[in-house]
């Protein structure tokens, strides 16, 4: 199983990235996946989550109304479109999968793991 995160960078706060994991190896579309963020010194934290066909959806309460999972099953990627960043949300982002799983909404459901991208947001 490989997960490919890319899309961090740099931005101001009030800005918006949107990143992308391109998964192999599983079947994807039988497959949760979930967008965890750690900041450094912190523990890494389940930030969305989704189901797989896209039907549910969950947010960390500090990201609701400001972040969008979502997942394209034909092309094996899910995504996390930020908006309004602030600098709190500084930290490496990690996609991760959950194989079999419907809808995996705690940490220890999911088995594999991106290499994460890192986002920054200035103030």
């Known amino acids: 199983v490989q997960l490919q995160a890319s899309g961090g960078g740099l931005v101001q706060a009030g800005g918006s990235l949107r990143l992308s994991c391109v998964a192999s190896?599983?079947?994807?579309?039988?497959?949760?996946m979930g967008w965890f963020r750690q900041a450094p010194g912190r523990e890494r934290d389940l930030v969305a989550a989704i189901s797989w066909g896209g039907t549910r959806t969950f947010y960390a309460v500090s990201v609701k109304g400001r972040f969008t999972i979502s997942r394209d099953n034909s092309k094996n990627t899910l995504y996390l479109q930020m908006n309004s960043l602030k600098p709190e949300d500084t930290a490496g982002y990690y996609c991760?999968?959950?194989?079999?799983?419907?809808?995996?909404?705690?940490?220890?459901?999911?088995?594999?793991w991106g290499q994460g991208t890192l986002v920054t947001v200035s103030s």
């Open positions: 190896g599983l079947t994807f579309s039988y497959t949760g």
């Open positions: 991760a999968a959950a194989p079999g799983i419907f809808y995996p909404t705690e940490h220890e459901k999911y088995t594999h």
